[in-house]
């Protein structure tokens, strides 16, 4: 049994109306202010770039972990953005690829239908001529055809549905 996935496009494609699991404007608002609160801690460290070792160390140190958060910020609003468009293109490839499944699985059950078609020619063909005595064929102005019975053969080998024929 297929189970279908089903994409919400409503939060996916706006995520301020995102807010069932917590991704409303007011992330948004945060995730920028730690980004400019970042730049602030930059400036302010640079400011103390004349910082004797132990003093300095204990900023890089504060810096590293500031660092970390801005980074995750970042990635969720960046992140996003780029998961939004992979889910998309995912989604497109998919319709064209049932497109394709579709048009493929016509033209097979068209072809099979003309190999049926054919193949019940061929067995007709050949009953009617093993119907036939040679001298009702050289009446009827028909040359004997060995060549109908190995295609009626091959038909009823590629079409079992043809042995009722």
């Known amino acids: ?8 496009t409503e939060t996916t494609e706006n995520p301020e109306k ?3 699991d917590g991704f409303g404007l007011i992330t948004y608002v ?7 609160a970042y730049g602030f801690f930059i400036h302010f460290l640079t400011g103390r770039a004349g910082a004797e ?17 801005v980074f995750a910020a970042a990635g969720f609003l960046f992140g996003r953005e780029v998961n939004r468009k ?19 699985k ?25 119907a036939m005595t040679p001298e009702n064929m050289v009446l009827e102005g028909m040359a004997p055809k060995p060549a109908i019975a190995s295609i009626a053969k091959a038909a009823r080998n590629m079409y079992p549905e043809l042995e009722d024929l």
Not at 106 to 130: H, P, R, S
């Open 18 to 20: 995102n807010t069932k």
């Open 86 to 104: 992979r889910a998309k293109n995912a989604e497109e490839e998919k319709k064209q690829a049932d497109k394709e499944k579709e048009v493929a």
């Open 1 to 8: 049994m297929k189970e279908k996935s089903i994409v919400n």
């Open 53 to 69: 070792e132990p003093e300095w160390s204990r900023l890089i140190y504060l810096f590293s972990g500031v660092e970390a958060i």
């Open 30 to 36: 945060i995730a920028i202010g730690v980004l400019i």
């Open 106 to 130: 016509k033209q097979m059950f068209d072809e099979k239908k003309k190999g049926l078609m054919l193949g019940a020619m061929a067995i007709q063909e050949e009953k009617t001529m093993a």
